[in-house]
């Protein structure tokens, strides 16, 4: 089955950055189109990022527009997520998943934003 395996979260200062992976196993990477989401305690899961097969073309939620960016590498099946002038409204779980409604999403990667 499907396994995508997240990396790269940890606590950071507001004004901070992070860059998450995820890596896709048992998947067609280079046919998938791949999410971001995030699920900070107590809150539905947030689709936050998509991007498409080639990478060329992205959607952001409003919240995250202009700081965020993803971005894939097809030859390593991975999916990339930079964050840049986090919030502390940014923390949360976050996952990746190969569809915007969040199945088969990964274990997560914990970001925490805070002073």
């Known amino acids: 089955g499907v396994q995508l395996v997240e990396s790269g979260g940890g606590s950071v200062q507001p004004g901070g950055s992070l860059t998450l992976s995820c890596v896709a196993h048992g998947l067609l990477f280079s046919g998938a189109w791949m999410s971001w989401f995030r699920q900070a305690p107590g809150q539905r899961l947030e689709w936050i990022s998509e991007i498409n097969r080639d990478g060329r073309t992205t959607y952001y939620a409003e919240s995250v527009k202009g700081r965020f960016t993803i971005s894939r590498d097809n030859a390593k099946n991975t999916l990339y997520l930079q964050l840049n002038n986090l919030k502390t409204e940014d923390t949360a779980m976050y996952y990746c998943?190969?569809?915007?409604?969040?199945?088969?999403r990964g274990q997560g990667t914990q970001v925490t934003v805070s002073s």
């Open positions: 998943a190969p569809n915007r409604r969040g199945d088969s």
